[in-house]
């Protein structure tokens, strides 16, 4: 089992600067990758950002590239996002999830049916 612990969300201009905290616990190996993922009411779950569990790749969606960054500290196994220029359309409720088939390579574009374990949420609000 792996558990996955969100934090960090809030309410934020537009132009304004977020981090989103994912604590990971319990059985994860190298072979596992930890996604972002939001949803806004009325629309499926979205693949914002991942990075592999050793931190040594990351993968950002069309919508965040330039903007936000995926990063993993590995003495604390926090997987992060740091959110840059954030617009009213990034508001949503963001996830983070566990994959446990991370195959590597230069291109990871998940769908959310892969991830095996998720975290409860946290939202984020951004005014215009």
């Known amino acids: 089992q792996v558990q996955l612990v969100e934090s960090g969300g809030g309410s934020v201009q537009a132009g304004g600067s977020l981090r989103l905290s994912c604590v990971v616990s319990g059985r994860i190996f190298s072979g596992y990758a930890v996604a972002w993922f939001r949803q806004v009411p009325g629309k499926e779950r979205e693949f914002v950002a991942a990075v592999n569990w050793s931190g040594t790749s990351a993968y950002h969606g069309d919508p965040v590239k330039g903007r936000f960054t995926a990063s993993k500290d590995n003495t604390e196994n926090t997987v992060y996002l740091q959110m840059n220029s954030l617009k009213p359309e990034d508001a949503a409720v963001y996830y983070c999830?566990?994959?446990?088939?991370?195959?590597?390579?230069?291109?990871?574009?998940?769908?959310?049916?892969?991830?095996?374990?998720w975290g409860k949420g946290t939202l984020v609000t951004v005014s215009s």
């Open positions: 999830a566990a994959d446990s088939h991370y195959s590597g390579g230069i291109w990871y574009y998940p769908n959310s049916d892969a991830m095996d374990y």
